[in-house]
C-alpha cells in the first residue's frame, strides 16, 4: 500500500501552508486545496490517508463537501477544523460520519494524534476493504452445488445428512467438500463458519 | 382825388383798427400769462405732494426697517457699516448707533469667518445676491451663528454703493442642527456596536485565521528545532510568515476598532468593491448559517467614490442583514444575496443589494425607510432609516424596489471622488 497522505482543504492559502508546515514535521504527506471543488477535481480516493476540512469556505463549504463525498460512497475520514461557535456544525458534521473535529486555535500536538488515528483508521476501513473483496471473489469461486453444500456444512449439518437433503451420494458430498474448502482458503470448518458468517453480514 | 378828411378818416380808421389788434394781443398776452401764472403755482404743489409723498414714504420705510425684528443694515464696500436699525444694534450687543456705525463689521465677526465674510461682500458688490452663514463675536463677546441674505443697493447711474444685509441669528437652529448630527452619528455608532455584537462569530474566525497560522508555523519550527532536523535560514521563510500574520491579525482588530470608533465622518476616495468584499467577509457566515448565498457581480472600472468607509460598509451590511433576514422563509434553493456595483451617469457609482425573498409590499414600500418601521418581530426599525441618513449625508440617495415576481432591491448612489472627476476632466479636455 502506497504511503498515506494528508489532504488539507482551506480557502485560506496561508491557513492551508502552515498547516502543511506543522504536519510535515511527522514525516507525512500532505496536498493543499484552496477549495471544496479543486479537491474534488484533484482528489484520488486509492490513495490512502484523511481529510483535514476547513468548515467554513466561500462556494462550497466543508460540510457540502462531506456530502459530496458521502454521496459519491467516498469514505476518507474527515477532520474538520472549525472556528469559535461553530460547534452546532461541528455536530452536524460528526452525526454525518466526520471522523473528527478540532476547534481553532488549537493545540499542534491534539491535531497531529488525531490525523493519526485518522490514518490508522482509514489503513484498517481500507484493510477490512480489502478483506471484503477478497472474501466476496472467493464465494463467487463456487459452483451453486459447492454454495449449497457449505451452506449445509456450515449449519453443522453431517456429510450423510447433506447427501440426504441433496439428494447426492456420500461420496459426491465429499468431495464437493474438500473442494469448497480448497476454494475457500479453509483449513477447518471453523474458518468456513467464520468467513461465511463475515459473508452474510455483509449482505 | 382823396380829400384831407377822406385821408383823416382813413388814418382813424387804420388806428382803431390798429388799436382793436393790439388790445386783442394784449388779452392774450394776459391770458398767457396768467395760465402759466396757474401752471407754476400748480407745478409748485405737485412738487410738495411729491416732495411729501418721498418724506412720508421715507417715514414709513423708516418705521419699518426701525421695528423689524430682523437685524437690517448698510455696508460700503469696505464693510464699514453705514446704517442699522435697533434689531440690528441688539443683534451684535450694541447698546447705541456711534458703536456701530461708522465702524468696520469685521469687528463682530469671528477671525476664521473674515475671509469667507469678504469674499461675499466682494461678490455682491460685483452684483450678486447672496447668502451666508457665518460665526459672530458680539460686541460683548457673545459668540453666535449669524445668517445673512445680502444684496446690492445701486444708485441712480446704477452704482453700487451699498450692501443692504439682513441678517438673523441662527445660533439655536445651528446648535439643534449639530445636536441632530451629534445624535445621529451616536446612533449610527450604536446601530454598529449591536451590529459587530452579531457578526462576532465572523470577526473571531477572521482574527482565528492568522493565529492558528502563527501557531502551526511556529509549532513546526519548534518541533523541527527539536529534531535537530533543520538549519536557521530554512527557519526564515517560516518566521517570516509568522510575522505577516501577527500584522494580518493586528489589520483585523484595528478594523474592528474603526468600526465602532465614535468620530466625524472622514471622506476619503474608496474603491467601493473592496468595502464590498469587507463586508461579505464579516457577513458571508451567517448568511450561509440561513441558507443563503452571497453573489457578488462587481464592476471593476469604477471610479473611486467620496466616502466614509465604516459609514458604507454599515449601509452595506445593514442591507445583506437585511436581505438574508427577508428570506429566512424562501425556499432554500431560491435564498440568494446579490450585491451589484455599477457606474449610471459619469460620476455616479450605485451599489444594489438584492435578495430573492418575497419583496415588499406596495402598501409599506414608502416606510420602509422611516424611523422605528420594521416589519421583524424583534427589530426597532432603525437599520434603513440609518443607512438612508447616512447615504444623504454623503450626498447619495438609497432608494426600495420590489419584483412583480418578488425579491426586494435597495440602491443607493454616491458620487465619484473629485479627484477622479478631475481625472476625467483632464481626458476630456485631452481631446480638445
Known amino acids: ?203 | 382825388m382823396i380829400s384831407a378828411n377822406e385821408v383823416m378818416g382813413y388814418g382813424l380808421f387804420a388806428l382803431a383798427g390798429m388799436l382793436t389788434v393790439a388790445l386783442v394781443l394784449l388779452a392774450v398776452v394776459l391770458r398767457r400769462l396768467r395760465g402759466a401764472q396757474r401752471q407754476a403755482r400748480d407745478r409748485e404743489a405737485e412738487h410738495q405732494a411729491v416732495l411729501d409723498r418721498l418724506q412720508e414714504n421715507e417715514y414709513r420705510l423708516r418705521a419699518i426697517i426701525e421695528s423689524e425684528p430682523e437685524c437690517v443694515k448698510l455696508q460700503a464696500e469696505d464693510g464699514t457699516v453705514l446704517e442699522i436699525n435697533p434689531a440690528g444694534l441688539r443683534l451684535v450687543d450694541a447698546d447705541k448707533l456711534e458703536d456701530v456705525v461708522g465702524k468696520k463689521i469685521y469687528c463682530v465677526v469671528a477671525p476664521e469667518y473674515v475671509d469667507f465674510y469678504r469674499e461675499n461682500m466682494r461678490r455682491v458688490f460685483s452684483g450678486e445676491s447672496v447668502v451666508y452663514e457665518f460665526k459672530a463675536i458680539t460686541l460683548r463677546g457673545r459668540v453666535a451663528w449669524m445668517e445673512t441674505h445680502g444684496v446690492p443697493l445701486r444708485d441712480a447711474r446704477g452704482t453700487i454703493y451699498a450692501l443692504l444685509g439682513i441678517t438673523r441669528d441662527i445660533t439655536e437652529h445651528k446648535n439643534a442642527e449639530e445636536q441632530a448630527r451629534r445624535h445621529q452619528t451616536e446612533l449610527a455608532r450604536v446601530a454598529r456596536l449591536s451590529t459587530m455584537g452579531e457578526m462576532a462569530t465572523g470577526i473571531a474566525h477572521e482574527l482565528n485565521q492568522p493565529l492558528s497560522a502563527i501557531a502551526n508555523f511556529a509549532r513546526g519550527c519548534i518541533r523541527r528545532l527539536h529534531a535537530d532536523g533543520m538549519t536557521p535560514g530554512e527557519l526564515i521563510e517560516p518566521l517570516e510568515e509568522v510575522c505577516e500574520q501577527a500584522e494580518r491579525a493586528g489589520e483585523i482588530l484595528r478594523h474592528v476598532r474603526d468600526f465602532v470608533r465614535k468620530s466625524e465622518l472622514q471622506m476619503k476616495p474608496l474603491d467601493i468593491n473592496q468595502i464590498v468584499r469587507t463586508v461579505v467577509k464579516f457577513t458571508e457566515h451567517e448568511a450561509r448559517q440561513q441558507g443563503a448565498f452571497v453573489r457578488l457581480d462587481l464592476d471593476a472600472g469604477l471610479p473611486r467614490v467620496q466616502a466614509d468607509a465604516i459609514m458604507i460598509e454599515q449601509v452595506i451590511c445593514n442591507l445583506v442583514r437585511n436581505a438574508v433576514e427577508a428570506m429566512a422563509d424562501a425556499q432554500w434553493s431560491r435564498r440568494q444575496v446579490t450585491i451589484l456595483t455599477r457606474l449610471i451617469g459619469g460620476d455616479v457609482v450605485e451599489i444594489e443589494v438584492g435578495d430573492s425573498g418575497p419583496g415588499i409590499e406596495a402598501t409599506i414600500i414608502d416606510q420602509v425607510f422611516d424611523q422605528f418601521f420594521t416589519t421583524k418581530p424583534e427589530g426597532v426599525g432603525m437599520g434603513l432609516s440609518i443607512s438612508r441618513s447616512i447615504v444623504e449625508s454623503h450626498g447619495g440617495r438609497i432608494r426600495a424596489e420590489s419584483g412583480r415576481k418578488g425579491g426586494a432591491t435597495f440602491r443607493f448612489t454616491l458620487q465619484a471622488s473629485d479627484q477622479q472627476a478631475s481625472g476625467h476632466e483632464r481626458a476630456d479636455s485631452l481631446h480638445c
Open chain 1, 1 to 203: 500500500m502506497s504511503e498515506p497522505t494528508v489532504f488539507i482543504v482551506d480557502d485560506d492559502e496561508v491557513v492551508a501552508r502552515s498547516l502543511r508546515w506543522l504536519i510535515e514535521t511527522v514525516k507525512l504527506k500532505v496536498e493543499t486545496f484552496s477549495s471544496a471543488q479543486r479537491f474534488l477535481d484533484g482528489y484520488d480516493s486509492s490513495k490512502p490517508g484523511c481529510l483535514v476540512l476547513d468548515v467554513r469556505m466561500p462556494g462550497m463549504s466543508g460540510l457540502d463537501l462531506q456530502e459530496r463525498l458521502a454521496a459519491q460512497r467516498i469514505h476518507v475520514p474527515i477532520i474538520f477544523i472549525t472556528g469559535h461557535g461553530d460547534v452546532q456544525m461541528a455536530v452536524r458534521a460528526v452525526q454525518s460520519g466526520a471522523f473528527d473535529f478540532v476547534e481553532k486555535p488549537f493545540n499542534d500536538q491534539d491535531l497531529l494524534d488525531r490525523i493519526q488515528k485518522a490514518i490508522v483508521f482509514d489503513a484498517g476501513q481500507r484493510g477490512k476493504n480489502m478483506q471484503r473483496v477478497q472474501l466476496r471473489s472467493l464465494f463467487a469461486s463456487l459452483t451453486p452445488r459447492e454454495r449449497e453444500v457449505l451452506d449445509l456444512v456450515v449449519e453443522g449439518m453431517s456429510n450423510k445428512a447433506i447427501a440426504n437433503s441433496l439428494g447426492l451420494s456420500a461420496k459426491t458430498v465429499e468431495v464437493h467438500r474438500a473442494k469448497v474448502m480448497e476454494k475457500m482458503h479453509a483449513r477447518s470448518v471453523a474458518d468456513l463458519v467464520k468467513m461465511a458468517m463475515q459473508n452474510q453480514v455483509e449482505q
